[in-house]
């Protein structure tokens, strides 16, 4: 079984950055997508980025394009996601999250791992 676990969410004032981390065990993710998901109370779970295991293929929500750079160390099994000119609208708890495939996609439902999330602050 799959487990994914974050660290590095924070609080960081606007125009600021954070790295978050993924750290991947139980399966082999050559043939992964790997992604990070938002989520604010009473908002639906927003895709935010992901990359192909194997190609580093990434995806961006238009959003955090040219702010965010998602990444991962395969030798480590650790996913990235690098997070920079923050505000406060990024405010949320932030998931990692794995799909079995090779195409990358941005519906919640469609990834069937999950880690327990970590929050990130942006104070306006």
């Known amino acids: 079984q799959a487990q994914l676990v974050e660290s590095g969410g924070g609080s960081v004032q606007a125009g600021g950055s954070l790295r978050l981390s993924c750290a991947a065990s139980?399966?082999?993710?050559?043939?992964?997508?790997v992604g990070w998901f938002r989520q604010t109370p009473g908002i639906d779970r927003e895709f935010v980025a992901a990359i192909r295991w194997n190609t580093g293929t990434t995806k961006y929500t238009d959003s955090v394009k040219g702010r965010f750079t998602i990444s991962s160390d395969n030798a480590k099994n650790i996913m990235y996601l690098e997070m920079n000119s923050l505000k406060p609208e990024d405010t949320a708890i932030y998931y990692c999250?794995?799909?079995?495939?090779?195409?990358?996609?941005?519906?919640?439902?469609?990834?069937?791992?999950w880690g327990q999330g970590t929050q990130v602050t942006v104070p306006s």
């Open positions: 139980g399966r082999t993710f050559s043939n992964h997508i």
């Open positions: 999250a794995a799909r079995i495939g090779t195409d990358v996609r941005t519906a919640p439902g469609q990834y069937q791992f």
